[in-house]
T-cell receptor, first 114, second 114 residues
Framework: GNSVTQMEGPVTLSEEAFLTINCTYT??????LFWYVQYPGEGLQLLLK?????DKGSNKGFEATYRKETTSFHLEKGSVQVSDSAVYFC?????????????FGKGTKLSVKP | ETGVTQSPTHLIKTRGQQVTLRCSSQ?????VSWYQQALGQGPQFIFQ???????GRGNFPPRFSGLQFPNYSSELNVNALELDDSALYLC?????????????FGSGTQLSVL
């Protein structure tokens, strides 16, 4: 079945460091890929998405490129801030079966120290 | 414009009991999805409601049931609670049903089953 695998956390970085959170997926067909972020005490928020191969999603300095050949959607940011501390979830939507059904990875907790 | 609100925020129940969780969707949204997020895991899709009809279901037993009302608010009911039902239950609304629409999440209801 379809699945998403994320690098395990927690990830601890100093402010202004470079961030990469790895995400790979298994899916039939052509899924859409998403990154969601969950700040402490809040619900999940969509950070960025890509709907087809080679698309790059970007938002708030974060980027991720849909790589079909490596079935990956790694999240990157050039210079993290303390306010980026949160849990990041990679997810896919394969468009089959239940509409709106997102399949999430387990999440990666990021802590940024000043 | 109010966001997605869920009630209660926390709940403690005993094994075998029944529970009802509530969700008010964001203004203008006619679709509500429910997810279960166990500790340290990503959210798992329970079901979705679109215009008061179930529009898809994940791999959850029938004791998980739902309703959507004419104002598009929704309830999640769980019968015969089990210890493994302890989790954060997330509600998400969207303006339409679809695979690539943006979901707006509430902060969740933390359910503990003792």
């Amino acid at each position: 079945g379809n699945s998403v695998t994320q690098m395990e956390g927690p990830v601890t970085l100093s402010e202004e460091a470079f961030l990469t959170i790895n995400c790979t997926y298994t899916a039939t067909g052509y899924p859409s890929l998403f990154w969601y972020v969950q700040y402490p005490g809040e619900g999940l928020q969509l950070l960025l998405k890509a709907t087809k191969a080679d698309d790059k999603g970007s938002n708030k300095g974060f980027e991720a490129t849909y790589r079909k050949e490596t079935t990956s959607f790694h999240l990157e940011k050039g210079s993290v801030q303390v306010s980026d501390s949160a849990v990041y979830f990679c997810a896919l939507s394969d468009g089959t079966g239940s509409q709106g059904n997102l399949i999430f990875g387990k999440g990666t907790k990021l802590s940024v120290k000043p | 414009e109010t966001g997605v609100t869920q009630s209660p925020t926390h709940l403690i129940k005993t094994r075998g009991q029944q529970v009802t969780l509530r969700c008010s969707s964001q203004s203008g949204h006619n679709t509500v999805s429910w997810y279960q997020q166990a500790l340290g895991q990503g959210p798992q899709f329970i079901f979705q409601y679109y215009r008061e009809e179930e529009n898809g279901r994940g791999n959850f037993p029938p004791r998980f049931s739902g309703l959507q009302f004419p104002n598009y608010s929704s309830e999640l009911n769980v019968n015969a609670l089990e210890l493994d039902d302890s989790a954060l239950y997330l509600c998400a609304s969207s303006p339409v049903a679809g695979t690539n629409v943006k979901l707006f999440f509430g902060s969740g209801t933390q359910l503990s089953v003792l």
